[in-house]
Every structure is written in structure tokens, then in C-alpha cells.
């Protein structure tokens, strides 16, 4: 037998003991959630067609799927979504919806310190006709995983791509400048932004109209705000306003939550197009959650099968558990 020293790769968990119990026992709550809420559960598997890992709008997926070196058509996941959503694009039907809900393993390549290699990866995705009411109902359910982790803190923030979207529309910048602009205003830094505007020759008032929208953060109230600027601005909004306001309404009294509105949030997956939402989760330091409404596929009419869903990181509750 091979004595070398057993050593666990970095950004790789292991669990053993009371945490691998605590960890099969969380799965089984998680898949009860579900239950209750009438999700399908699926299982994918961890290798797919490069094709079935990658197949959502944009680039993220394809810069960190791993490819498998001797079969290039095959790759290993990074996230799970793209692969219920071909799961939804086979079982297709007009005017039908489909809920469906999974966990499994994934690895993606990460240079953060509070970032693990292979999270184990839990959501619930829905397709169909998209109403306020569905997007309560995931935020409910995800509610109900992070209360798995017994915290007295949950903050939920949110956010309507529709309003960063809308502008970018009305910059005539690169790609590679677009996304350069995005981290700017991600991490929020006006001087930045500032010089970022002067290099391009970009307009004072677009410049202005940024910083009047990475103002457009907090409680409630800056639904007021959001109005304001609409109006000032043209932004025809009304219907986004309409759905923060009611699923801030229908949210409120989650236990232990705090709720608060960030335009600018440009922290979840990049495929995202309108109502969108992050869990954060006192004491660990990162978000614990993603969500929001994305495209899911274009039929053959030119239609969109449009989509809702959430995912987590279930390691991360094995990490908050109060024991």
C-alpha cells in the first residue's frame, strides 16, 4: 500500500463524522422542501455534453466549464442550471410549465479564499409564464434552506437587471469595455467610473445618470427613489416598480430577514435579465444564494421559454450550523 501522507487539495471538501451525517441529514431536509412546494426532484449528472453545460446566454458557464482532456465534447459542470434547462427544452409543451428541483456536485475554478472547488449545488428552477407570485414562492423555499442553518440573520437583496441593462443599451462602447464598466460599478467606485467615462468620451449626462443609479440602494423606500429616477430619466419602469413592490409586500415577514433593494447588484450569474435577488447570510462571508428570472432557450417560432429559479451552495449551511 502507497504510505504517502493523505493531503486534501485546497478549495476540496471532506466530510467525516457528525458533519457527513449532518450533511445527508440537510439533503434530506432540503428534498422534503421541495416536496412541499411540488418541485420534480431530477438528478444530472456531474459529466454532460458540452452542449448540455453550456447552452444559457453569455459567457460565464463556457470561461469556467472544465473540459475533459480526452473527449472534448464532454465537460464537468459548473452549475446545474443549464442542464434543467435542456431537461425543460425535451419535455417542451405549449402552454405548460414545468417546476422542476435537483442538488449534485459541481467544481469551479476559484481564486477567493471563501470560495470552495466543488460546492454541492441545490436549486429549483421553473418554466413557464412568469408571474410575481412564482418568483415569492422561490424566495420563500430558499428561505426555508438557509433557515436550515439555524442563523438569526438572513438579508435579502434585490434587484431589477432591467434598470443596468436599459442603460449599457444606450452606451456605444465595446464588449470588453462593457465589461470592464461592470466591475467598476460592482464594486461601486465612482472615481473609477469617472475616469472610466473621461478615457471613452463618454457623455457628462450618461456619466451623471450612472452615479444618479449606483445611488438607487436601500430599504423600501427607495422605491421612491427608483420612481424618481425613472421619471427623470425615461425609464419606463412602471411594471418592475409594480413587482418590487408587491414581492417586498408578500416577503416581509420571513423570520429573522432583513430586506433591502440594490439596482446596481451585480453579483449573480450573468444570465439574468430582469427581477433578480442574493441571500446573504450572517457570519459567512459571501453570498449564500442567487436568483432571478432569466431566458431559458428561443423556440423554433422565435418565442422565449422564459424561466425563474434559485441556487445555494449546501456546504454552506454544513458551515453556518449552529451545533
Same mark, same amino acid.
Given at each position: 500500500?502507497?504510505?504517502?501522507?493523505?493531503?486534501?487539495?485546497?478549495?476540496?471538501?471532506?466530510?467525516?463524522?457528525?458533519?457527513?451525517?449532518?450533511?445527508?441529514?440537510?439533503?434530506?431536509?432540503?428534498?422534503?422542501?421541495?416536496?412541499?412546494?411540488?418541485?420534480?426532484?431530477?438528478?444530472?449528472?456531474?459529466?454532460?455534453?458540452?452542449?448540455?453545460?453550456?447552452?444559457?446566454?453569455?459567457?460565464?458557464?463556457?470561461?469556467?466549464?472544465?473540459?475533459?482532456?480526452?473527449?472534448?465534447?464532454?465537460?464537468?459542470?459548473?452549475?446545474?442550471?443549464?442542464?434543467?434547462?435542456?431537461?425543460?427544452?425535451?419535455?417542451?409543451?405549449?402552454?405548460?410549465?414545468?417546476?422542476?428541483?435537483?442538488?449534485?456536485?459541481?467544481?469551479?475554478?476559484?481564486?477567493?479564499?471563501?470560495?470552495?472547488?466543488?460546492?454541492?449545488?441545490?436549486?429549483?428552477?421553473?418554466?413557464?409564464?412568469?408571474?410575481?407570485?412564482?418568483?415569492?414562492?422561490?424566495?420563500?423555499?430558499?428561505?426555508?434552506?438557509?433557515?436550515?442553518?439555524?442563523?438569526?440573520?438572513?438579508?435579502?437583496?434585490?434587484?431589477?437587471?432591467?434598470?443596468?441593462?436599459?442603460?449599457?443599451?444606450?452606451?456605444?462602447?465595446?464588449?470588453?469595455?462593457?465589461?470592464?464598466?461592470?466591475?467598476?460599478?460592482?464594486?461601486?467606485?465612482?472615481?473609477?467610473?469617472?475616469?472610466?467615462?473621461? !478615457? @471613452? #468620451?463618454?457623455?457628462?449626462?450618461?456619466? /451623471?445618470? %450612472?452615479?444618479? =443609479?449606483? +445611488?438607487?440602494?436601500?430599504?423600501? &423606500?427607495?422605491?421612491?427613489?427608483?420612481?424618481?429616477? !425613472? @421619471? #427623470?430619466?425615461?425609464?419606463?419602469?412602471? /411594471?418592475? %416598480?409594480?413587482? =418590487?413592490? +408587491?414581492?417586498?409586500?408578500?416577503? &416581509?415577514?420571513?423570520?429573522?430577514?432583513?430586506?433591502?433593494?440594490?439596482?446596481?447588484?451585480?453579483?449573480?450569474?450573468?444570465?439574468?435579465?430582469?427581477?433578480?435577488?442574493?441571500?446573504?447570510?450572517?457570519?459567512?462571508?459571501?453570498?449564500?444564494?442567487?436568483?432571478?428570472?432569466?431566458?431559458?432557450?428561443?423556440?423554433?417560432?422565435?418565442?422565449?421559454?422564459?424561466?425563474?429559479?434559485?441556487?445555494?451552495?449546501?456546504?454552506?449551511?454544513?458551515?453556518?450550523?449552529?451545533?
Amino acid at each position: 500500500m502507497n504510505n504517502q501522507k493523505f493531503l486534501i487539495p485546497d478549495g476540496i471538501d471532506y466530510y467525516t463524522g457528525s458533519d457527513a451525517v449532518l450533511f445527508e441529514k440537510l439533503k434530506l431536509a432540503v428534498i422534503k422542501i421541495f416536496k412541499k412546494y411540488k418541485y420534480e426532484f431530477v438528478v444530472t449528472p456531474v459529466v454532460d455534453s458540452i452542449n448540455n453545460l453550456n447552452n444559457l446566454s453569455k459567457d460565464n458557464l463556457k470561461n469556467i466549464t472544465v473540459s475533459l482532456s480526452d473527449r472534448k465534447n464532454l465537460g464537468i459542470r459548473s452549475d446545474i442550471t443549464p442542464q434543467i434547462s435542456k431537461l425543460d427544452y425535451q419535455s417542451y409543451k405549449k402552454n405548460k410549465s414545468n417546476k422542476f428541483s435537483y442538488m449534485g456536485e459541481i467544481y469551479r475554478e476559484t481564486q477567493s479564499p471563501f470560495d470552495r472547488n466543488n460546492p454541492f449545488q441545490v436549486g429549483a428552477e421553473y418554466f413557464g409564464n412568469i408571474s410575481d407570485s412564482i418568483d415569492i414562492t422561490m424566495i420563500k423555499m430558499c428561505h426555508e434552506i438557509a433557515c436550515l442553518s439555524k442563523s438569526k440573520k438572513i438579508l435579502i437583496e434585490l434587484n431589477d437587471a432591467f434598470f443596468i441593462n436599459k442603460f449599457f443599451s444606450t452606451l456605444n462602447i465595446s464588449k470588453s469595455d462593457k465589461e470592464q464598466l461592470s466591475v467598476l460599478i460592482s464594486i461601486k467606485s465612482i472615481d473609477e467610473i469617472i475616469n472610466f467615462f473621461s !478615457s @471613452k #468620451k463618454l457623455t457628462t449626462k450618461k456619466l /451623471n445618470e %450612472l452615479i444618479d =443609479l449606483l +445611488k438607487l440602494s436601500g430599504d423600501a &423606500s427607495t422605491i421612491k427613489k427608483i420612481k424618481l429616477f !425613472s @421619471k #427623470k430619466y425615461k425609464y419606463n419602469a412602471d /411594471n418592475d %416598480l409594480g413587482s =418590487l413592490k +408587491k414581492i417586498i409586500e408578500k416577503i &416581509s415577514l420571513l423570520k429573522n430577514t432583513e430586506i433591502i433593494i440594490d439596482i446596481c447588484s451585480l453579483s449573480s450569474m450573468d444570465y439574468e435579465t430582469s427581477f433578480n435577488y442574493t441571500f446573504y447570510i450572517d457570519k459567512l462571508r459571501k453570498p449564500f444564494a442567487f436568483g432571478g428570472r432569466y431566458e431559458s432557450y428561443t423556440l423554433n417560432d422565435g418565442s422565449v421559454r422564459h424561466a425563474t429559479g434559485f441556487s445555494l451552495d449546501l456546504k454552506d449551511v454544513v458551515t453556518l450550523y449552529e451545533k
